[in-house]
């Protein structure tokens, strides 16, 4: 059974499973004794039905390497915005195979490709941001406290931008769905990132932090939304 196939039937389970809680007894046993028929027939289960309803899109960090905490962190709150899950794929770069690392956005209905939209814009504000601000620092600093700075700067950007309105979160059942999907797709493949990322150590490091808030005020999670919904529905 392909893809596409599977998404077919498990459309007509779920409708079925949908109308297994009307109110009315006689319709609501008729589809559940269609939706178990259906389960049975093709040997799915209630977690692949769900699963099937998940589907992604990516969003090229433009890098083969890991990326940086500051935008796992950014992945994270844009995904849970938006009711998703974000996973890391990582690049290759062996020979003449090269592929860049990307974020992988699940979850379901438009919620995936809004939210890997809004991580490209979101991606290349932050990106431009850290450069004006580690060229905004004192030439004569070490370079390992230039790196830390800047690392400051952007995680209290990513902060900044998490403190915005989250309108788009998902119910209990597409999260169910969504981890459904997952166990299918990586099984015992994923792994947690556990670093930490950049920690303060100097008086003038909170001034980073600082600038990174003040830099994301000006940010907004929405707006990208907004255009891309526009696009999306055919708006000029």
Known sequence: ????????????????????????PAEAEAAKRQADALMKKYNLTSGDVAAATVHEETSDTKSVHRPPVYL?????????????HAVVTLGLDIGIAKRNTRMRFMGLGIKPELAAYTFDVLR???????????ES??????????????????????????????????SEAEQQAIEAYKAQKFGENLKKDQRSGAKPKHGNDWKSEDAGFDAAKDVSLHKPVQNKRGALLGAS
């Open 124 to 134: 290349r504000l932050i990106t431009r941001d850290r450069t004006n601000y580690a």
């Open 1 to 24: 059974m392909t893809a596409d196939e599977l998404k077919k039937i498990a459309a007509k389970i779920a409708k079925c499973l949908a109308l297994a809680a009307s109110d009315n």
């Open 72 to 84: 796992c962190q950014l992945a994270n709150v844009i995904a849970d915005a938006f009711g998703c």
């Open 137 to 170: 620092l004192r030439k004569n600093l070490k370079r390992a406290t230039k790196i830390r700075r800047a690392d400051l700067f952007c995680q209290a950007w990513v902060y900044g931008i998490a403190q915005q309105v989250r309108e788009f979160a998902g």
